[in-house]
């Protein structure tokens, strides 16, 4: 089975050494992807203080990236947005954070009835408190 690596000219660099996504088949797996945007240091819904820490952060602003930033890579794939079937949710403060997010999702997922896991987890490799890992058929 041939497999195929993808990478958006539109979604944000990944951070280490690893595509955006992956060909298998009919299936992309994503990589996890956050709400960065491409070319730029910039994490929208983010303030930084100066030593790089986290001073304030906007979790409806860094959700909507994210959902935008896979539209990208799976548009990019030859996929779409109603054809992800299984979504990671990886949050860094699930009491805080949970409600707006559980809100976003359920109106921008309306209809695609993925499968979904929802984590807390410590932190992320970059200053963010949201990141998604999907799969998704072409």
């Not at 298998?24 to 945007?37: A, D, H, T, W």
């Not at 030593?51 to 959902?67: C, K, R």
């Not at 999702?105 to 490799?125: M, N, Q, S, W």
Request: glycine letters at 8%; a negative charge.
């Amino acid at each position: 089975m041939e497999k195929i690596v993808i990478n958006s000219e539109r979604a944000p660099e990944p951070v280490g050494a690893y595509p955006h996504a992956r060909r298998v088949g009919n299936l992309i797996y994503l990589s996890g992807v956050g709400p960065r945007e491409r070319g730029t240091k910039v994490i929208p819904g983010v303030t930084l203080g100066a030593d790089g820490s986290i001073v304030d952060y906007d979790i409806e602003a860094q959700t909507l990236s994210v959902f935008r930033n896979i539209r990208y890579i799976l548009e990019d794939a030859g996929s779409a947005w109603e054809q992800i079937f299984d979504v990671q949710v990886y949050l860094t403060n699930m009491k805080a954070d949970f409600p707006t997010f559980n809100r976003l999702y359920a109106e921008h997922f309306a209809g695609v009835d993925a499968c979904r896991t929802t984590i807390e987890i410590g932190a992320l490799p970059t200053p963010i408190a949201v990141e998604l890992k999907v799969v998704a058929t072409i």
